[in-house]
């Protein structure tokens, strides 16, 4: 029991130097990604549901977020996608009301989340998925809910062309079906993980994190991922392309 304690103090003293480390870095040049943004939620008084595997719970920005417009938020409720809460409105700013997940791949990582631009995967499975569909040269995983972020977009221009609005309903479709098979992967990812930590009931977020960073690698999640993607007859052809995408990655 202490031992995790020591561990959570760890993680809290590695996320401000992390703060400290970004803010320095983001006076100098371009803006802050998700990826260091979410070291600026305070997300350490929230859970992970056991049922739906989704963090819930109340959350804040940490003290250097200051508000920026008179109607942003600077703390609120999650609530997760099982629970029956009280409803709410949308969070000022949000496109949804969610401030973090966790990696859609190896459920490994909280994520930054809440706009429709969010990525659903950690760095290192991002550039697995992204190696993955530019092998394929089409979108078998999904990185995102947004159908831009997979280069589908329709010009006003074409509004009057048949086939490119066919072309283009095609591939938010099989986007859409792309996004549905992700979520059912997500959730077996943090049932899974729940099991390595024999665990069957709801955990506070930085205890899963601390048991998941004892997770030796990422790949053997997205591995499995890209087996649950893949049809039997296809399986032959992903693990020919796995093995190129290995050397790619490290
Ligand atoms: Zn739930
Ligand atoms: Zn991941």
């Not at 320095?24 to 040049?29: F, P, S, T």
């Amino acid at each position: 029991m202490f031992k995790r304690k020591d561990e959570r103090q760890v993680l809290a003293e590695v996320k401000k130097r992390k703060r400290k480390k970004i803010i320095k870095l983001r006076k100098k040049q371009g803006c802050m990604t998700e990826y260091e943004f979410i070291h600026f939620v305070h997300y350490e008084a929230m859970f992970v549901c056991f049922a739906c595997g989704r963090p819930y719970g109340p959350w804040k920005y940490e003290p250097e977020v200051k508000p920026t417009y008179p109607e942003s938020i600077t703390a609120e409720y999650q609530n997760c996608y099982c629970k029956k809460r009280r409803r709410q409105k949308k969070w000022p700013i949000f496109d949804f009301n969610e401030i973090v997940t966790l990696c859609y791949c190896c459920g490994q990582e909280v994520l930054k989340s809440g706009s429709r631009w969010s990525g659903w995967f950690c760095e290192d499975c991002k550039e697995s998925v992204v190696v993955l569909n530019t092998f394929f040269q089409r979108t078998i995983i999904p990185i995102g809910r947004h159908s831009m972020m997979h280069g589908y977009h329709l010009k006003g221009q074409d509004i009057h062309d048949k086939a490119k609005i066919e072309n283009y309903a095609a591939n938010v479709n099989q986007l859409f079906s792309g996004i549905h098979h992700l979520d059912k992967w997500r959730k077996r990812i943090i049932k899974e993980n729940f099991k390595l930590f024999e665990i069957s009931k709801d955990i506070s977020l930085v205890d899963y994190l601390v048991w998941a960073s004892k997770i030796p690698t990422k790949l053997v999640a997205f591995h499995k991922m890209c087996s649950f993607f893949i049809k039997p007859s296809g399986r032959d052809r992903l693990g020919h392309h796995l093995q190129k995408i290995q050397k790619v990655i490290k």
